[in-house]
């Protein structure tokens, strides 16, 4: 028995290389010449795995989700380690031109003429009320970049937009928000709590918010309208909790 085990050992010990994937390192500058974006356009030393295909690109660029990415890379016997923690990954267009070393290096994007400032746009028409995701976003360039316009994607990505958004347009961080929670209409408990003391109410909701928003609300018993914080699906309070997640709202929109 002891033999047999420690054959097996052996035999998983020789067998772990093989299942290892082949390391693989981003390319300084990504980019794509016909559209289709792949791993070779991503990754040196993709070998025939690099044939695999990410996304199509629309647009002057397209903005990946880097776990995506890893994911796809593992299952085509890629590894890539990501060792800068990256979130996104932007692949331009432009053609792929030869280097003087013989190799290929990716030319600066054709829209490079246009303005001398990246600028996050809308790569589609997105509705009312609709999450943007990764591919919703691509880098383009303008003349100036509006006081408005996020410089990291993750800043937006998840949010929901307040009104119909318009492919080509800046992305502007008062047009995004969080998802909405509670619609104009839905019936809410609020929440006083303070020193020990708590007490609830029922509201009704005279907006749509997201979770950290702060809606009007008309206490149902009163008819009185109060101003209330979003803290979840029919949740909101008032009061120092309501004062203290203002703040903190206050704070991460002034750093991104």
Same mark, same amino acid.
């Given at each position: 028995? *002891?033999?047999?085990?420690?054959?097996?050992?052996?035999?998983?010990?020789?067998?772990?290389?093989?299942?290892?994937?082949?390391?693989?390192?981003?390319?300084?500058?990504?980019?794509?010449?016909?559209?289709?974006?792949?791993?070779?356009?991503?990754?040196?030393?993709?070998?025939?795995?690099?044939?695999?295909?990410?996304?199509?690109? /629309?647009?002057?660029?397209?903005?990946?989700? =880097?776990?995506?990415?890893?994911?796809?890379?593992?299952?085509?016997?890629?590894?890539?380690?990501?060792?800068?923690?990256?979130?996104?990954?932007?692949?331009?267009?432009?053609?792929?031109?030869?280097?003087?070393?013989?190799?290929? !290096?990716?030319?600066?994007? !054709?829209?490079?003429?246009?303005?001398?400032?990246?600028?996050?746009?809308?790569?589609?028409?997105?509705?009312?009320?609709?999450?943007?995701?990764?591919?919703?976003?691509?880098?383009?360039?303008? =003349?100036?970049?509006?006081?408005?316009?996020?410089?990291?994607?993750?800043?937006?990505?998840?949010?929901?937009?307040?009104?119909?958004?318009?492919?080509?347009? !800046?992305?502007?961080?008062?047009?995004?928000?969080?998802? =909405?929670?509670?619609?104009?209409?839905?019936?809410?408990?609020?929440?006083?709590?303070?020193?020990?003391?708590?007490?609830?109410?029922?509201? *009704?909701?005279?907006?749509? =918010?997201?979770?950290?928003?702060?809606?009007?609300?008309?206490?149902?018993?009163? *008819? *009185? /309208?109060?101003?209330?914080?979003?803290?979840?699906?029919?949740?909101?309070?008032?009061?120092?909790?309501?004062?203290?997640?203002?703040? !903190?709202?206050?704070?991460?929109?002034?750093?991104?």
């Amino acid at each position: 028995m *002891k033999a047999l085990a420690l054959a097996a050992a052996v035999l998983l010990a020789a067998a772990s290389p093989a299942l290892a994937g082949q390391p693989v390192r981003l390319k300084a500058d990504t980019a794509d010449a016909d559209g289709v974006v792949t791993l070779s356009d991503l990754f040196d030393g993709a070998g025939p795995a690099g044939r695999v295909v990410l996304a199509n690109r /629309t647009a002057s660029s397209v903005v990946l989700n =880097a776990r995506m990415v890893q994911a796809v890379a593992r299952r085509a016997g890629l590894d890539w380690d990501n060792a800068e923690g990256l979130k996104t990954l932007v692949v331009h267009g432009g053609p792929v031109l030869p280097s003087s070393a013989g190799g290929s !290096a990716a030319a600066a994007p !054709a829209t490079a003429a246009r303005g001398n400032v990246e600028v996050l746009t809308w790569a589609r028409d997105i509705a009312t009320g609709e999450t943007v995701a990764p591919e919703d976003l691509v880098w383009s360039k303008a =003349a100036v970049a509006p006081s408005d316009s996020p410089r990291d994607p993750e800043a937006i990505i998840g949010l929901a937009a307040r009104h119909p958004l318009r492919a080509g347009a !800046a992305a502007l961080l008062h047009e995004v928000s969080a998802p =909405a929670v509670i619609k104009s209409g839905d019936m809410i408990t609020v929440l006083f709590q303070a020193e020990g003391i708590s007490l609830a109410l029922q509201g *009704k909701a005279l907006g749509s =918010a997201g979770v950290g928003e702060t809606l009007n609300v008309e206490n149902i018993a009163s *008819k *009185k /309208t109060i101003q209330a914080v979003v803290t979840g699906p029919g949740q909101a309070v008032v009061g120092p909790q309501a004062e203290g997640l203002r703040a !903190a709202r206050s704070t991460r929109i002034a750093s991104r």
